[in-house]
């Protein structure tokens, strides 16, 4: 039999985990809830005594140290800094200049050297209120003195605001007298300190820098003076031995060539001119004489050609005028022989003297060209020396450099310095001196408590949230929906003691009216509401560890569900570790559920002897409502060392099969799910999973990580061991918030409220916690 109903049970433990796969499921993020003002007064109430005591302590404490401090006095002088004020500068660069003088200044006065001058020129510690002031302490001299440097840097406050050249110093003092005294000297004496401190230090630093300026220019000249010697010695002037030798050579080369061009077309110029002159024509030679008698010839051609026309040739006119015209045309003969005689002298010369032009052009540029080529040879024999003494000349030049650039460094280092002395060596002046002011601006016990009382509430609000915040504990049915997304079946409240083996002992049976009774129907009915496969309901019952109260919270189920008429059976899977279960299991004299899944006893046989003490009769009077409601119990009663190799996947359903049959609720009470891995596999069993947080300690984590243990297959949260009355007084805003005002409707006694020193060990101490498993 058992065999059909392993095979049966294999079938459906397929589909149970194929239902399991379905009902998958994934942790949701957590949401970003807003506070509310609500929650807000709800957060301070839970944590009111915290509140209480932060506020109370700070307020009271403030208000003593007020009441008890003695009046003290201020007195204010201000002091003007001198600024730069250069014209034609870059004033961005002078505001800043001074900016840093005005901080320069500022700081000067809070530096514990001022406070030792002050000490000093005000002799303080011979003065009766500033001893007083002190607490007139009892130390050696040097003590005291720095005791004073520090009690005076304590009641001087020096301050600037930003842009103003003004420099306040204020002292505030439990003698206005001794406040004015100190506010006037203060200037002088940090006067004092800057001069001593920084004349010694910039003579110092000045003499080794201007000793270090003359050697650097002493090198300095002697590199220029090699330089130039070598020069000199060398005849090579500045640019010598560079790229510009190739570029004279070059231009003196290229005028060489043309003068030499210039030459041979002179010479040939002159050959030609030379043969040239003797070549000219006398066919124009004229003289004003012969241009007088021509024309004197015309006249008279003219009057003979006039008179023949009127005489005969033989007419003594005609023949005077024939003998004029003899007369004047050899006279034009005689004058143009001349004229052409004068011009031939003319040309010859005129073309002696181009000849000797031509041969003068021809030897000036042939001497041109000599002394270019004479000045060209010079020039490259020139570079070629310039080339060979670069190497030298380059080493004294780059020694010229260096030593020119180290002088000009430390040149321009000495005018850092003196820059920054300049806006070291500040000038202060008194412009404005203290007078002894008799207002007390301290102590104001009512300013400085309401202030005390504001902050201190506002300071214990923000700790009651930081604890609120860092508190990951697992406490409410609204942090299992918003965390998880899963119902809270209910919230089983703290009972005093552990429960006892004896079923009729449990507040379920014997005291129906109490709250424990009525948390557990009541997280029984939601249990019997989630929706099944089967009839006969199956629930696994397991937490995230040892010791959160499962075998508690299983037996408080089956009990509920006798007391309501059902006929239940709790199975204790959980073997490994000795518990209330076994301890019962092994106070009966009957088989356990290990001789039944190994078949040594049938199980029908168990069941239906209604006279062995597994049977556990219900409450008194049940009977007449349902006489079968009866709890039966199924457990080991020694731990079992490896549950595994008994407890098989196959074994286990036949088992739950059998049961499914005879009984309207299985309870399986397994593992811890963080402890072992059994509770995982025995999600298949049951048609309801549910998870055990024990109120206050299971936290966020260890639901989170038995949630993904379990692999989704978790349909309901159960609270146990929840303190109502802690849990009213933290106003969680859910109904279990109103339990003392409805406790008197249970027949328990509700358990009282806290005192208030009850409340403080709570908040400062530990307390025994009852410990049910």
Same mark, same amino acid.
């Given at each position: 039999?058992?065999?059909?109903?392993?095979q049966t049970?294999l079938?459906?433990?397929s589909?149970?985990?194929?239902?399991?796969?379905?009902?998958?499921y994934?942790l949701?993020?957590v949401p970003?809830d807003?506070?509310?003002?609500?929650d807000?007064?709800?957060l301070?109430q839970?944590?009111?005594l915290?509140?209480?005591?932060i506020v109370?302590?700070?307020?009271?404490?403030?208000?003593?140290?007020?009441?008890?401090?003695?009046?003290?006095?201020?007195s204010?002088?201000q002091?003007?800094v001198?600024?730069?004020?250069?014209?034609?500068?870059?004033?961005a660069?002078?505001?800043?200049?001074?900016?840093q003088r005005v901080a320069?200044a500022?700081?000067l006065?809070?530096?514990?050297?001022?406070?030792?001058?002050?000490?000093?020129?005000?002799?303080l510690?011979?003065?009766?209120?500033?001893?007083?002031?002190?607490g007139?302490?009892?130390?050696?001299k040097a003590?005291?003195?720095?005791?004073?440097?520090t009690?005076?840097?304590?009641?001087?406050?020096?301050?600037n605001e930003?842009?103003?050249?003004?420099?306040?110093?204020?002292v505030t003092?439990?003698?206005p007298?001794?406040a004015?005294?100190?506010?006037n000297?203060?200037?002088e004496?940090?006067s004092?300190?800057?001069?001593?401190?920084s004349?010694?230090r910039?003579?110092?630093?000045?003499t080794?820098l201007?000793?270090?300026?003359?050697?650097?220019?002493?090198?300095?000249r002697?590199?220029?003076?090699?330089?130039?010697e070598f020069?000199r010695?060398a005849?090579?002037?500045?640019?010598?031995?560079?790229?510009e030798?190739?570029?004279?050579?070059?231009r003196?080369?290229?005028?060489?060539?043309s003068a030499?061009?210039?030459?041979?077309?002179?010479?040939?110029?002159s050959a030609?001119?030379?043969?040239?002159?003797?070549?000219h024509?006398t066919?124009?030679a004229?003289s004003?004489?012969?241009?007088?008698l021509?024309q004197?010839?015309?006249?008279?051609?003219?009057?003979?050609?006039?008179?023949g026309?009127l005489y005969?040739?033989?007419? %003594?006119?005609?023949v005077?005028? +024939? !003998?004029? $015209?003899s007369?004047?045309?050899? *006279?034009? #003969?005689? &004058?143009?022989?001349?004229?052409v005689?004068?011009?031939?002298?003319?040309?010859?010369?005129d073309g002696a003297?181009?000849?000797?032009l031509a041969?003068?052009?021809?030897?000036?540029?042939?001497?041109?060209?000599?002394?270019?080529?004479g000045?060209?040879?010079?020039?490259?024999?020139?570079?070629?020396?310039?080339?060979?003494n670069?190497?030298?000349?380059?080493?004294?030049?780059?020694?010229?450099?260096?030593?020119e650039?180290?002088?000009?460094?430390?040149a321009e280092?000495?005018?850092?310095?003196?820059?920054?002395?300049?806006?070291?060596?500040?000038n202060?002046?008194?412009?404005?001196p203290?007078?002894?002011?008799?207002?007390?601006?301290?102590p104001? %016990?009512?300013?400085f408590?309401? +202030? !005390?009382? $504001?902050?201190?509430?506002?300071? *214990?609000? #923000?700790? &009651?949230?930081?604890?609120?915040?860092?508190?990951?504990?697992?406490?409410?049915?609204?942090?299992?929906r918003?965390l998880?997304?899963?119902?809270?079946?209910?919230m089983v409240?703290?009972?005093?003691?552990?429960?006892?083996?004896v079923?009729e002992?449990?507040p379920?049976?014997?005291?129906?009216?109490?709250?424990?009774?009525?948390a557990?129907?009541?997280?029984?009915?939601?249990l019997?509401?989630?929706?099944?496969?089967?009839?006969?309901?199956?629930?696994?019952?397991?937490?995230?560890?040892?010791g959160d109260?499962?075998?508690?919270?299983?037996?408080?189920l089956?009990?509920?569900?006798?007391?309501?008429?059902?006929?239940?059976?709790?199975v204790?899977?959980?073997?490994?570790?000795?518990?209330?279960?076994?301890?019962?299991q092994?106070?009966?004299?009957?088989?356990d559920?290990?001789?039944v899944?190994?078949?040594?006893v049938e199980l029908?046989?168990i069941?239906?002897?209604h006279?062995?003490r597994?049977?556990i009769?219900?409450?008194?009077?049940?009977?007449?409502?349902?006489?079968?409601?009866?709890l039966?119990?199924l457990?080991a009663?020694?731990?079992?060392?490896?549950?595994?190799?008994?407890?098989?996947?196959?074994r286990?359903?036949?088992l739950?099969?059998q049961l499914?049959e005879?009984f309207?609720?299985?309870?399986?009470?397994?593992?811890a799910t963080?402890?072992?891995?059994?509770?995982?596999?025995?999600c298949?069993?049951?048609?309801?999973?549910?998870?055990?947080?024990?109120?206050?300690?299971?936290?966020i984590?260890?639901m989170?990580?038995?949630?993904?243990?379990l692999?989704?297959?978790t349909?309901?949260?159960?609270?146990d061991?929840?303190?109502?009355a802690?849990?009213?007084?933290?106003?969680?805003?859910?109904?279990?918030?109103?339990?003392?005002?409805?406790?008197?409707?249970?027949?328990?006694?509700?358990?009282?409220?806290r005192?208030?020193?009850?409340?403080f060990r709570?908040?400062?101490?530990?307390?025994?916690?009852?410990?049910?498993?």
């Amino acid at each position: 039999m058992m065999a059909e109903l392993a095979q049966t049970g294999l079938a459906n433990l397929s589909r149970s985990a194929a239902l399991g796969e379905l009902r998958d499921y994934t942790l949701p993020p957590v949401p970003n809830d807003h506070l509310s003002l609500r929650d807000l007064v709800r957060l301070l109430q839970r944590h009111k005594l915290l509140v209480i005591f932060i506020v109370a302590s700070v307020t009271l404490g403030v208000l003593a140290y007020q009441l008890l401090s003695p009046n003290q006095y201020r007195s204010v002088s201000q002091i003007q800094v001198q600024l730069i004020d250069e014209v034609g500068t870059n004033q961005a660069d002078v505001n800043s200049r001074n900016e840093q003088r005005v901080a320069n200044a500022v700081r000067l006065h809070r530096s514990r050297s001022s406070a030792d001058a002050v000490v000093r020129d005000l002799d303080l510690l011979d003065n009766r209120a500033f001893m007083k002031e002190m607490g007139n302490p009892e130390a050696s001299k040097a003590a005291l003195r720095q005791m004073a440097i520090t009690q005076l840097l304590t009641m001087v406050d020096v301050t600037n605001e930003s842009g103003s050249d003004l420099i306040q110093l204020a002292v505030t003092s439990q003698n206005p007298e001794l406040a004015a005294l100190i506010a006037n000297q203060y200037p002088e004496s940090v006067s004092d300190v800057r001069n001593t401190n920084s004349n010694e230090r910039r003579e110092e630093l000045m003499t080794s820098l201007r000793a270090e300026q003359k050697d650097r220019a002493e090198k300095a000249r002697l590199a220029s003076e090699k330089l130039a010697e070598f020069r000199r010695d060398a005849r090579m002037l500045v640019g010598a031995g560079s790229q510009e030798d190739l570029l004279q050579v070059n231009r003196i080369g290229a005028e060489a060539a043309s003068a030499r061009a210039n030459s041979a077309g002179s010479a040939s110029r002159s050959a030609v001119v030379s043969r040239a002159a003797n070549f000219h024509s006398t066919a124009q030679a004229t003289s004003a004489s012969l241009q007088q008698l021509q024309q004197q010839e015309a006249q008279l051609v003219a009057e003979k050609a006039r008179l023949g026309s009127l005489y005969g040739p033989n007419h %003594p006119d005609m023949v005077r005028v +024939t !003998a004029e $015209l003899s007369t004047v045309e050899g *006279a034009i #003969l005689n &004058a143009r022989n001349e004229a052409v005689r004068a011009a031939q002298s003319v040309a010859q010369a005129d073309g002696a003297q181009m000849a000797e032009l031509a041969r003068s052009q021809a030897a000036q540029d042939a001497a041109r060209a000599s002394r270019l080529e004479g000045s060209l040879a010079a020039l490259t024999s020139k570079a070629f020396q310039n080339n060979a003494n670069s190497v030298q000349l380059a080493e004294l030049e780059r020694a010229a450099l260096l030593a020119e650039t180290a002088y000009a460094s430390i040149a321009e280092r000495i005018e850092q310095i003196q820059a920054q002395m300049q806006l070291e060596g500040v000038n202060t002046m008194l412009v404005s001196p203290a007078v002894a002011n008799y207002d007390r601006i301290s102590p104001k %016990p009512l300013t400085f408590t309401i +202030t !005390a009382f $504001l902050g201190s509430a506002l300071l *214990a609000s #923000l700790v &009651a949230l930081g604890i609120d915040l860092l508190d990951d504990r697992l406490r409410t049915a609204a942090q299992i929906r918003r965390l998880f997304r899963l119902p809270t079946l209910g919230m089983v409240p703290l009972i005093e003691g552990n429960l006892t083996g004896v079923i009729e002992d449990s507040p379920v049976i014997r005291d129906p009216q109490s709250m424990f009774a009525e948390a557990v129907r009541s997280t029984y009915s939601e249990l019997r509401s989630l929706p099944r496969n089967y009839q006969p309901q199956t629930v696994m019952v397991t937490s995230p560890l040892p010791g959160d109260g499962k075998s508690t919270v299983s037996l408080s189920l089956a009990a509920a569900a006798i007391a309501m008429g059902d006929k239940a059976i709790l199975v204790d899977l959980d073997l490994r570790r000795p518990g209330l279960l076994q301890k019962l299991q092994g106070e009966m004299d009957t088989p356990d559920i290990v001789d039944v899944i190994n078949g040594r006893v049938e199980l029908d046989n168990i069941l239906e002897d209604h006279t062995a003490r597994p049977l556990i009769e219900g409450p008194r009077g049940l009977s007449e409502v349902e006489p079968t409601g009866r709890l039966v119990l199924l457990s080991a009663k020694r731990p079992v060392r490896d549950p595994a190799a008994i407890l098989t996947a196959a074994r286990l359903n036949a088992l739950i099969l059998q049961l499914r049959e005879k009984f309207d609720l299985i309870v399986i009470n397994a593992p811890a799910t963080l402890a072992v891995r059994d509770a995982r596999a025995m999600c298949d069993l049951a048609d309801h999973t549910v998870v055990v947080s024990r109120w206050g300690k299971t936290t966020i984590d260890q639901m989170k990580a038995t949630l993904e243990s379990l692999g989704g297959r978790t349909d309901g949260v159960i609270f146990d061991q929840v303190d109502y009355a802690e849990h009213a007084r933290r106003q969680l805003g859910d109904p279990i918030q109103y339990y003392m005002e409805s406790s008197s409707y249970y027949s328990d006694v509700a358990p009282p409220r806290r005192s208030m020193f009850g409340q403080f060990r709570r908040l400062f101490g530990r307390s025994p916690e009852p410990v049910m498993e």
